[in-house]
């Protein structure tokens, strides 16, 4: 079983779509659940973070964490064309390592 | 603030050959993580240098070396390429909160022939 599973997509949604992306994992010590954005020919970027189960909300984002079922979400609200990117969910213990999911390719069509 | 910076952006090299890839961390930052991030895949860890130690290494064979200098800028060296080594080299920094938010540069696109 891969630590971290991931579906890869491509997701291509309508501008203004609610968007959906979701991670499993295996490894019951992560403490932090995070996701980044990565736009093509660029480094990743730290989109959001959080470190309780629960729901985390930043503008039109929403992070959910689910630790009994070992599950984290990224919700996207009225999607715009400037969120096409992959978005790479990413788990760390606290030690020395961000472990990362594969990515999913999501577009958004104007 | 200066953000991470890569050097080269691109480079091709042929099976057998070696490699440096160099690194300015964020201002401030004194700690300097290495992921490869094949086509397709999510970036994999490397190792990580703090105050020119390696703290923290990945599953990666010793051919994968690196340094980190006092200015806390780094390179990552890998002799020997394979093939299966055409990826892109990212580097973060990290900021010293307990999250371990990383700061990646826009990593360097290696393809060996």
């Known amino acids: 079983q891969k630590e971290v599973e991931q579906d890869p997509g491509p997701l291509s949604v309508p501008e203004g779509a609610i968007v959906s992306l979701n991670c499993t994992y295996s490894n019951s010590a992560f403490q932090y659940f995070m996701w980044y954005r990565q736009y093509s020919r660029k480094g990743p970027e730290l989109l959001m973070y959080?470190?309780?189960?629960g729901n985390k909300e930043d503008g039109r984002f929403t992070a959910q964490v689910d630790k009994s079922s070992k599950y984290i979400s990224l919700f996207i609200r009225d999607s715009q064309p400037s969120d096409s990117a992959t978005y790479l969910c990413?788990?760390?213990?606290?030690?020395?390592?961000?472990?990362f999911g594969a990515g999913t390719r999501l577009f958004v069509k104007a | 603030e200066t953000g991470v910076t890569q050097s080269p952006t691109h480079l091709i090299k042929t099976r057998g050959q070696q490699v440096t890839l160099r690194c300015s961390s964020q201002s401030g930052h004194n700690t300097v993580s290495w992921y490869q991030q094949a086509l397709g895949q999510g970036p994999q860890f490397i190792f990580q240098y703090y105050r020119e130690e390696e703290n923290g290494r990945g599953n990666f064979p010793p051919r994968f070396s690196g340094l980190q200098f006092p200015n806390y800028s780094s390179e990552l060296n890998v002799n020997a390429l394979e093939l299966d080594d055409s990826a892109l080299y990212l580097c973060?920094?990290?900021?010293?909160?307990?999250?371990?938010?990383?700061?990646f540069g826009e990593g360097s696109r290696l393809t060996v022939l």
């Open positions: 973060a920094s990290l900021d010293s909160s307990d999250t371990g938010e990383l700061f």
């Open positions: 959080t470190y309780s189960s």
């Open positions: 990413a788990f760390h213990t606290g030690g020395f390592k961000t472990i």
